[in-house]
């Protein structure tokens, strides 16, 4: 499971985002890392899967980066990224350890065409009333909700359509930033991470009556 050393091992790569330091320090990765993450996935999807009587696909992000389109070719990701989607929604839970924090998330952050054009048809009407007011108060505890991505309101809605900030969004992902890096360590974190993911019930109750699969 992931621990201490596995922050150590984090703040190092950022340090040090190189091959030949990858490359020297790969015991710990296999270790702190790779072997600690594919436990942590062990433990935290069957509780989710439980939890909200669905199934649970986990999937741990490369460390190494694409560096295809990019001008930074440093080539390690100095983080921990672990999606866990939720079948009944198609939404992800969502997992962020870095060497000064941790993240956690749940939503999608692109929806396929077809549900984008369901999301519109319903944040149009009263269910977007209904997000507004999920969303309004998940805020007002704390969590962060991104921009939307489109600067206008797309086509057939008016500019001043009253949930015009719903519309221009083309995903919906909502973050709860800065806690405690030691509740992702050792044997109690997948309790500790599935107890703390409930913050997002209301948005995940949303999703199912608002966007039935």
């Known amino acids: 499971m992931f621990s201490t050393e596995t922050i150590t091992y984090l703040q190092g790569l950022q340090a040090n985002n190189t091959k030949e330091w990858f490359e020297a320090n790969k015991a710990h990765y296999v270790t702190h890392i790779k072997d600690a993450a594919a436990q942590f996935c062990d433990d935290l999807a069957p509780r989710l899967a ?3 009587d669905t199934k649970v696909t986990s999937k741990v992000f490369r460390i190494h980066r694409d560096l295809r389109f990019s001008k930074d ?3 390690y990701n100095a983080h921990v990224h672990i999606g866990f989607t939720d079948a009944m929604t198609a939404a992800t839970w969502m997992f962020a350890l870095h060497p000064d924090g941790l993240v956690i998330g749940f939503g999608v952050f692109v929806f396929e065409k077809s549900k984008l054009a369901q999301w519109r048809d319903a944040v149009a009407g009263s269910a977007g009333n209904e997000l507004t007011d999920v969303l309004d108060n998940a805020c007002k505890t704390g ?4 921009e939307p991505e489109l600067k206008r ?9 009253p949930n ?9 992902a909502i973050w709860q930033d800065g806690l405690p890096l030691d509740r992702a360590f050792g044997p109690d974190a997948g309790a500790a991470i599935s107890d703390a993911m409930q913050v997002f019930d209301p948005v995940r109750n949303w999703m199912l009556n608002a966007l039935p699969r």
């Open 73 to 75: 070719k440093t080539p």
């Open 143 to 146: 969590l962060r909700l991104p």
């Open 164 to 172: 015009a900030d719903l519309l221009r969004r083309k995903g919906l």
């Open 50 to 52: 439980a939890r909200y």
């Open 153 to 161: 309101v797309p086509a057939p809605y008016e500019d001043d359509h």
